[in-house]
């Protein structure tokens, strides 16, 4: 347990008295970072206000955030120990049959990329943000929840316009929100056919009831109450496996976070069961071992590299610790860095929020939907999870998830305390790009010197099963080798979203700065 809602003492690591007065946050949205804002302004912490922005996104960032999903919240009181909050969602403890369950695949269109995925009731696991949020809220917050979520309920009751980016994150999963006539009654244009386009106003008076409720009834009204009841009752009539008891047993779990040291920073991750945040521990581990600077090439080998050491520790099939142990093991770092310096030359839906506050509170909150199942639990505005029907979440296969146990998952919120005493609070949607979106801005922010906005903005490339994927905008020379390295490769004519949206926030002795991911729509607000 952490400490309760004392007020926090001054913060560490090099925090001088002109940040004292100001907070930062960055998150994928302008409104999701304006109630955040709003709440650091009323004399909220950062905890109160990555909450506030939490609520928010499901509101303005709605294929990316719902109460109907999980998510993390890796949270470093001032003064205090960091604790990590898993608010993933469960697998179910009864599994149905899979000719018993409503599970289709439809395809998000990224453009050059396609992706597949699975929805409709077989696909829900059991949602942990509305736990997740009381949770935080219970052993951190300071402001009442219903002053927490009062921004959100105002976006959700009279509406906020559609912007550009989220018009385009909806037209990429238009097969899914188009899917069912409840989802197409909440996200359909009132313009003429498809969903909601940039420059309509999108209403949930129904989600603005459901979190004003629950702010005033707190987590039993999900878990136990109404809208509990109605979940089940319609994973019973559709072909969904969660029944009451998978509500009712549903837990937060608090972790120490996962603590690496790279070249005199100290990073806190995601820890097990979590793959996301021991990929990016090892890729770092990786990076140092081999030695030299992390340039384009070497990034791409590294995260080659560390998706085959995941095959080999069993990350993801063996259990976590176990497989952790592994993938972290001395030997099989000192193989893999032996591996790339002999090499020849050539041979899913998240969002984030990061605030720090000017005590020195930091909160990193990785928040995912995945790109959700289609159905819309009666009378709430909020579309259920279908992180069953992610493969990068289930990496033994479908419908072979271990009853009742937490889902991994790619998401990785991390803080850095830097040995010039930043501190810094990062994370990243992508699905299966998280860990090489984050991978790639530690290593602009710590090695190579950017300032937050410059190291999240830098163009990125992905490598998985061999294959390139590669941003505009990097040297020819870097390009031209990249290319020869991976022939099996795809040159993308402009940064996006399918890299990720990696949000920094950041304070030291130069002041409060922050990067907002543009691939994903992201700003920053200084307080």
């Not at 976070?257 to 021991?278: E, K």
């Amino acid at each position: 347990m952490v400490a309760g809602k004392a007020e926090r003492g001054p913060g560490q690591g090099g925090l001088t008295e002109a940040i004292a007065s100001v907070g930062v946050v960055a998150a994928g949205h302008p409104a999701t970072a304006r109630a955040a804002a709003e709440v650091l302004a009323e004399g909220g912490n950062a905890f109160d206000a990555a909450l506030a922005a939490l609520a928010a996104a499901c509101v303005a960032e709605p294929v990316l955030a719902s109460l109907g999903g999980g998510g993390f919240l890796l949270a470093r009181p001032a003064g205090g120990e960091a604790v990590l909050y898993d608010f993933f969602v469960a697998a179910p403890r009864r599994p149905k049959p899979p000719g018993d369950i409503d599970f289709r695949a439809v395809h998000a269109d990224f453009g050059p990329a396609r992706q597949e995925f699975h929805i409709g009731l077989g696909s829900v696991a059991t949602p942990g943000v509305v736990a997740g949020m009381f949770a935080v809220h219970d052993d951190l917050g300071r402001l009442p929840m219903a002053r927490i979520v009062a921004p959100a309920v105002v976006f959700a009751r009279d509406g906020l316009p559609v912007d550009p980016v989220q018009a385009d994150i909806l037209q990429i999963v238009t097969a899914i929100f188009t899917a069912s006539p409840e989802s197409l009654a909440l996200y359909g244009s009132r313009r003429g056919p498809g969903l909601v386009r940039a420059g309509e106003r999108l209403s949930l008076p129904e989600l603005a009831a459901t979190l004003a409720a629950l702010a005033a009834a707190g987590p039993d009204l999900f878990y136990r109450g109404e809208i509990g009841a109605r979940l089940v009752t319609e994973n019973r009539m559709h072909g969904g496996h969660l029944e009451a008891e998978d509500l009712a047993e549903y837990r937060v779990v608090r972790r120490a976070p996962l603590g690496r040291r790279y070249r005199g920073h100290r990073i806190l991750t995601n820890p097990p069961p979590s793959l996301g945040g021991i990929l990016i521990a090892f890729a770092l581990a990786l990076i140092e071992a081999a030695g030299g600077d992390a340039e384009p090439l070497a990034l791409a080998r590294v995260i080659a590299a560390t998706e085959q050491a995941r095959i080999e520790a069993g990350l993801g099939v063996r259990p976590a610790e176990e497989a952790a142990a592994a993938m972290l093991d001395p030997a099989l770092l000192a193989l893999y860095a032996e591996r790339l310096a002999g090499r020849a030359e050539a041979p899913r839906g998240t969002t984030h929020i990061s605030v720090i506050d000017g005590a020195g509170n930091a909160a990193s909150l990785s928040l995912s939907n995945g790109e959700g199942s289609a159905v819309i639990v009666p009378g709430t505005g909020v579309m259920l999870n279908n992180m069953l029907g992610e493969d990068d979440v289930n990496p033994a296969g479908f419908h072979r998830w271990p009853p009742g146990e937490r889902l991994a998952s790619m998401m990785a919120p991390s803080l850095i305390e830097a040995a010039d005493g930043r501190l810094i609070a990062l994370g990243s949607g992508g699905s299966k790009r998280i860990r090489s979106a984050i991978l790639q801005v530690v290593v602009n922010l710590l090695d190579k010197g950017m300032a937050p906005a410059e190291a999240v903005a830098a163009s990125r490339l992905h490598v998985e099963g061999g294959h390139l994927d590669l941003e505009p905008g990097f040297p020819p020379a870097d390009r031209a080798a990249l290319i020869a390295a991976f022939p099996d490769h795809r040159l993308w004519p402009r940064p996006s979203m399918y890299f990720g949206g990696v949000q920094v926030a950041a304070v030291g002795t130069g002041g409060p700065a922050g990067g907002g991911d543009s691939r994903r729509g992201g700003v920053v607000e200084i307080v």
